[in-house]
């Protein structure tokens, strides 16, 4: 079965760094974009950063310059590297691509920025 599990989330003081993974597993025949999103308690999903099958990459305004999204695909596996992090980070972070024509989504990792 194809999934995409995410991982890397942890609790951070605000000034931080954490490299958040996404790795796809299973029978892949066709993965498309995978695009990162967050949601915080009370809010809505927010999409934060997208990187194609290419290297193109998309960022959210809320976290463009602060974050960088990469893709070793030998590996299918996504990373969001999210540095001089904010309490407003908060949020689990999920990523989502369509995988073999489904829209699949990771489970949500947790990431806590906090003193």
């Known amino acids: 079965q194809v999934q995409l599990v995410e991982s890397g989330g942890g609790l951070v003081q605000p000034g931080g760094s954490l490299r958040l993974s996404c790795a796809a597993s299973g029978s892949i025949f066709a993965i498309n974009a995978i695009t990162w999103y967050r949601q915080a308690p009370g809010k809505e999903r927010e999409l934060v950063a997208t990187?194609?099958?290419?290297?193109?990459?998309n960022y959210g305004d809320s976290v463009k310059g602060r974050f960088t999204v990469s893709r070793d695909n030998a590996k299918n596996t996504v990373y969001l590297q999210m540095n001089s992090l904010k309490p407003e980070d908060t949020a689990v972070y999920y990523c989502?691509?369509?995988?073999?024509?489904?829209?699949?989504w990771g489970q949500g990792t947790q990431v806590t920025v906090s003193s």
């Open positions: 990187i194609t099958t290419t290297g193109g990459t």
């Open positions: 989502n691509s369509f995988i073999n024509y489904r829209n699949t």
